[in-house]
Nanobody
Framework: QLVESGGGLVQPGGSLRLSCSGS????????MGWFRQAPGKEREAVSC????????YYKTSVKGRFTISRDGAKNAVDLQMNNVLPEDTGVYYC??????????????????WGQGTQVAVSP
């Protein structure tokens, strides 16, 4: 299973670090992604990383602010979120992909999903 952590309430311009921990699976064996779902909107890809750590996807609005990374020792995938904006608010989910379409300009993953962690950006 996957468990997300690190969400919370943060002011605009602040930072959060989300972590997705795996149990029963080795996350380095999978393409991984962070998705978010804002209230009333569909789930969308925020950032994704392929199995070999050679291909990265970032949603245009988060480029230069968010960074996805793996921590093999912890069997985790993190999302560092800097200079957050109110539009970054939503429930953030990680996915270990069994179905993968991933390039610099597209990320479509499906597979094992976590339960989500809430991020709220507000003054």
């Amino acid at each position: 299973q996957l468990v997300e952590s690190g969400g919370g309430l943060v002011q605009p311009g602040g930072s959060l670090r989300l972590s997705c921990s795996g149990s029963g699976i080795t996350l380095d064996d999978y393409a991984m992604g962070w998705f978010r779902q804002a209230p009333g909107k569909e789930r969308e890809a925020v950032s994704c990383i392929n199995k070999g750590n050679t291909t990265f996807y970032y949603k245009t609005s988060v480029k230069g602010r968010f960074t996805i990374s793996r921590d093999g020792a912890k069997n985790a995938v993190d999302l560092q979120m800097n200079n957050v904006l109110p539009e970054d608010t939503g429930v953030y989910y990680c996915v270990a992909a069994s179905s993968t379409i991933l390039a610099r300009n597209i990320c479509m993953l499906d597979g094992l999903w976590g339960q989500g962690t809430q991020v709220a950006v507000s003054p």
